[in-house]
């Protein structure tokens, strides 16, 4: 092969626009993600300052395997079991409990909202995200300021259900396992509602209408039919719930640490503090699971393709008449939803107003925790004025929302260039490359990614504060992204871009002028879930941020930890009601939704 | 002078080859098809010589300029080669109208605003689609979205227009109306046309030349009625027409005897010479046969199917299908006794390679 016939194909190469965009990111994805990752294994092997150093009595500094052999073979006090296996075992059961959860409620209201005539659809679909949408510790936080009693747990107070119906919960209901499954398995059902009625909806009727046909039973119709087509969408919400829940952090931490129930992500956080290298080793075996996971959901995607006939055109399926049962149904699925998305709410608006815990009387209110001059009288410490006239509050949602912002923006736009790349050179390595790289993030548990990335940009100097948590926040959330932008683009015929790049339509225009307006409400979708995720992170930048009042929720975060319940709560409130008119003020302006970056 | 010149152009996706070495010269003002299965590289050719895939190898040129030479490097943009695309599914902007739609490629041109109306409007009026100008796509119908791709492209008054399959998505009926409005559009813009099809009839009503590929490699380039009568091999043969030709496997002697299925004749070469003796597959057009109370030879009705203007009839003689077509409106029984004859010219094609080996006249048939 001559050399200009090398330099012609190498020049062919670059002129494609989805190459280099490819060659970028692959880059840039390698840096960000797997030399994180390296410094990550390096730590696991390496003695630190402190409290480590003088356990294994190595020198700061030196390699050693010690760490794995004290957190996973050490039987003297069953340290091991304790630290390690008892954690890694709570883990598992949680997450496929949870998982579990989450495919039966979600997939049992996308069948009820899809082939039924149940009655209060609109509603139900409106209202089942939010619990997705809330920061996933409402609900943690909200079961356990209800149930809550004095004979319990860390005894403090008596919550709702105690002080105002006199019912005492036994602990088992209101802190471990049983909890954090539950509450994990609502948060995440509306993956599977989202996945699962997403086919359900795009099928195509005449597969049921053929069984009608040929006098197959309605149930029988369900069980042969229908099942196995959602199989492989029940599969994919199993194993994306099962992965968020396994790296969830502040809902074992609510619900768990008060009783000593420990999981993975909880155990991690403490060893963080004076083991680091276990705790980095504990961080490997969750990015392990996690890698399993994306591997056997490639695989059960892969074996999705004998569905794609699914998509069908043809008309409006018969739906199931649910006659009598139909409004019990409706009623109590209703009652779930408002207990799920609509009382929380209002608890934490009571908690903010009342000035002794447990007394729910009128004449225990005050809303001055909302807007009063001066506090003192009712808390001996703390900020001397309600929230909503604390400059402090003010800035630090002025942060979250810029943090929010650029983090959104920036990931959203990699997003879009991630899918443009990927779909185009479908099929090649260099694009599953990307595109396995870009996802990867996901995996990583938010906590410890956080905790790689401090460690990283220790060693440079410019890079910290807000420069570090936009960066850590942005490559987080690509996954979202870049999934939404990937399908947006599979969905765009390729014709649709040539017709322009053959009347001489630059790159760029191509992108602003055409495929963005067609695809727009995809793409904003790409944008819209970062923004609303970074919203209400927590864990991802716990570490991180410069001090704990700088952003509203490490701000929520110090003010439950010492005690100000009513602050924490009116916080609380204030971040969920930001996202809800961000996601909603989004959706209603361009049709974005977050339903469009789950999953896939 | 030639306007675009393929040289040894070969295409391959790892291992599969999905052009092979293809030679090709297309005249200037020609209106050429590119003919074959699904599958063939006719796709992928037309899309090389748009810019639109890179070739593995070889050299393209369009109008003198080389616009792709692997061993020197060039490649050339599509938009830097002058040249216009139909899709097959249109590929229509949705969030654009008709007339953003056609506006957008001048636009970019950097036409000024009143010669860009000034062209629009005159496409608008030559494809018949003026009332629609402020519609999106999604409110038009398939033929109005085609007439609207087709405007689209011509805006630029390129010198060559390509066409992926463009009526493939249309119905019967409309199809029709659009090859002849494309026929008469080719003649009016003067401009090189080169069409992608599957559709034989398409190629050869439409078409000044026929390029019929098979897996990637050129079979014959002609005029498409050259090709209809003297097909380079039985693939050739067996793709244009409809219905097809009957082919029949026999052998021929020295003396020019032609033994095939359950009939016997002489062939008469129409060039004088006679081909070898050996295994062949003899070709017979089914309008070249004949059905006629005194024909030489007997069959048997299997079916008829008319479809008014003719009539398709498939018989059997001593057990060997053939099939005839009869001008008009015929209808035989079922099992019916019929006599026919073969009135024209037969192919002989060699039966292993399948190469044509000459026409001639096949006198004197008889029922073996």
């Known amino acids: 092969m001559n050399i200009s016939r090398m330099k012609g194909k190498v020049r062919a190469w670059f002129s494609k626009p989805a190459n280099v965009i490819l060659l970028v990111f692959l880059i840039l994805l390698t840096v960000l993600t797997l030399y994180p990752l390296i410094t990550m294994l390096l730590e696991t092997v390496t003695v630190h300052l402190g409290r480590e150093a003088r356990l294994a009595k190595l020198p700061v500094g030196s390699k050693t395997l010690f760490h794995f052999a004290r957190l996973f073979a050490t039987s003297e006090n069953k340290y091991s079991w304790i630290t390690f296996y008892q954690p890694l075992l709570n883990t598992l059961a949680v997450s496929v409990s ?39 510790w409402t ?35 209101v802190y471990g396992g049983f909890p954090i499954a539950l509450v994990l398995g609502l948060h995440y059902a509306p993956f599977a509602y989202i996945l699962i009625g997403g086919i359900l909806r795009n099928m195509d009727a005449n597969l049921e209408e053929a069984a009608t046909i040929l006098k197959t039973s309605r149930m029988r119709i369900i069980r042969k039919i229908t099942l196995p087509i959602v199989r492989p969408a029940m599969l994919s919400t199993f194993l994306l719930v099962f992965a968020s829940s396994m790296s969830a952090y502040s809902v074992p931490v609510f619900l768990g640490s008060p009783v000593r129930y420990y999981v993975l992500s909880t155990t991690m956080k403490s060893l963080m503090d004076s083991y680091k290298g276990q705790a980095y080793i504990v961080v490997a075996v969750m990015i392990l699971f996690g890698v399993g996971i994306l591997l056997l959901n490639q695989a059960v995607t892969n074996s999705r393709k004998q569905f794609t006939t699914v998509t069908g055109k043809s008309g409006q399926i018969s739906k199931i008449n649910l006659g009598k049962a139909n409004r019990p149904i409706a009623l109590l699925l209703v009652l779930i939803l408002l207990l799920v998305a609509v009382v929380p709410l209002i608890t934490f608006a009571l908690e903010s107003v009342i000035i002794k815990a447990g007394d729910y009387s009128l004449s225990n209110m005050t809303l001055d925790f909302w ?94 504060g807000f420069l570090l948590m936009a960066l850590a ?60 995720s970074c919203m209400r992170e927590l864990s991802l930048f716990v570490l991180i941020v410069p001090t704990s009042n700088w952003l509203l929720t490490t701000m929520l975060m110090q003010y439950s930890e010492k005690g100000w319940a009513q602050f924490g709560n009116a916080i609380n409130l204030l971040i969920i009601i930001v996202v809800l008119i961000v996601n909603f003020t989004v959706n209603k302006l361009t049709g974005a939704s977050i339903d469009k970056g789950v999953g896939g | 002078m030639p306007e675009i010149i393929l040289k040894n152009v070969t295409k391959r996706f790892g291992k599969f080859a999905a052009v092979e070495n293809l030679n090709l010269v297309i005249e200037n003002n020609a209106f050429i098809t590119v ?25 393209i040129s369009i109008d003198g300029t080389v616009v792709f030479d692997a061993d020197k ?68 119908s398939g033929g109005q979205q085609q007439r609207v791709a087709i405007a689209r492209t011509l805006a630029p008054g390129p010198k060559v227009l390509f066409m992926d399959e463009p009526l493939s998505n249309l119905d019967a009926k409309l199809r029709m109306e659009m090859r002849t409005e494309l026929k008469r559009l080719h003649r009016d813009t ?44 039985r693939f050739v043969a067996d793709f244009m027409g409809n219905p097809t030709m009957n082919f029949i496997d026999g052998s021929l002697g020295a003396d020019g005897t032609l033994r095939f299925g359950s009939l016997k004749a002489r062939f008469q070469p129409e060039s004088g010479t006679m081909p070898a003796a050996g295994d062949v597959t003899v070709g017979i057009r089914p309008e070249y046969i004949d059905i006629e109370e005194d024909g030489p030879l007997e069959a048997e009705i299997y079916s008829t199917l008319p479809s008014g ?31 026919f004859s073969i009135h024209k010219l037969g192919i002989l094609f060699d039966k292993k390679t399948g190469m044509n080996l000459g026409r001639g006249s096949l006198e004197e048939p008889a029922n073996a």
């Open chain 1, 98 to 136: 949870a998982s579990a959860i989450a495919i039966l409620f979600g997939g049992t209201v996308a069948f009820l909202v899809t082939r039924t005539n149940l009655k209060y659809k609109k509603f139900v679909s409106a209202v089942f995200t939010f619990p997705y949408i809330m920061p996933s």
């Open chain 1, 139 to 173: 609900l943690a936080l909200f079961w356990e300021t209800f149930f809550k009693n004095v004979m319990i747990g860390p005894k403090t107070s008596n919550g709702i259900m105690a002080s105002v119906f006199g019912i005492y919960m036994p602990e088992w209901f």
């Open chain 1, 371 to 464: 807007i009063g001059k001066d506090t003192t009288q009712w808390l001996d410490q703390g900020d001397s004025t309600g929230i909503l006239l604390n400059p402090k509050v003010w800035s630090a949602l002025g942060n979250s929302l810029g943090l929010a912002v650029t983090c959104s923006v920036v990931a959203g736009t990699c997003g879009i260039l991630v899918g443009y790349g990927v779909s185009k050179r479908r099929g090649s390595k260099l694009a599953s490359w990307v595109n396995n790289l870009s996802f990867f993030p996901y995996l990583m548990p938010s906590l410890a990614f956080g905790a790689i990335y401090l460690a990283m940009a220790s060693g440079i100097p410019w890079l910290g």
């Open chain 1, 473 to 532: 926040g942005s490559i987080k959330y690509l996954p979202f992204a870049s999934r939404s932008g990937v399908n947006a683009m599979l969905q765009l015929s390729a014709e649709i871009e040539e017709a322009a790049l053959i009347t001489g339509v630059p790159w760029w225009k191509r992108m602003i002028r055409v495929i963005f307006p067609i695809q727009k409400s995809s793409f904003l979708s790409g944008y819209l879930l970062p923004m609303v």
């Open chain 2, 35 to 59: 003919l074959g299965p699904s599958g063939c590289g006719k796709t992928t050719t037309l899309r090389m010589v748009a810019g639109l895939e890179t070739p593995t190898d070889g050299t």
């Open chain 2, 73 to 140: 490097g060039i490649n050339l943009a599509p938009n830097k080669r002058d040249v216009g695309f139909l899709f097959q599914n249109y590929a229509l902007w949705p969030h654009m109208t008709v007339y953003q739609n056609i506006a957008f490629g001048l636009e970019n041109l950097k036409w000024d605003k009143k010669r860009i109306r000034a062209r629009v409007d005159e496409l608008l009026a030559l494809l018949k689609i003026e009332e629609f100008e402020g519609r999106y796509p999604s409110e038009l």
């Open chain 2, 190 to 233: 003067d401009s090189t046309f080169v069409y992608v099809t599957h559709d034989q009839l398409e190629a050869m009503t439409l078409s000044t030349r026929v390029c019929i590929m098979e897996k990637g490699i050129l079979q014959q380039y002609a005029p498409p009625l050259e090709m209809y009568n003297n097909p380079a091999n």
């Open chain 2, 309 to 339: 203007m003719e009539t398709t009839v498939k018989m059997h003689t001593g057990g060997m299908p053939l099939t005839a077509v009869v001008f008009g409106d015929v209808d035989y029984a079922v099992d019916s006794k019929v006599r």
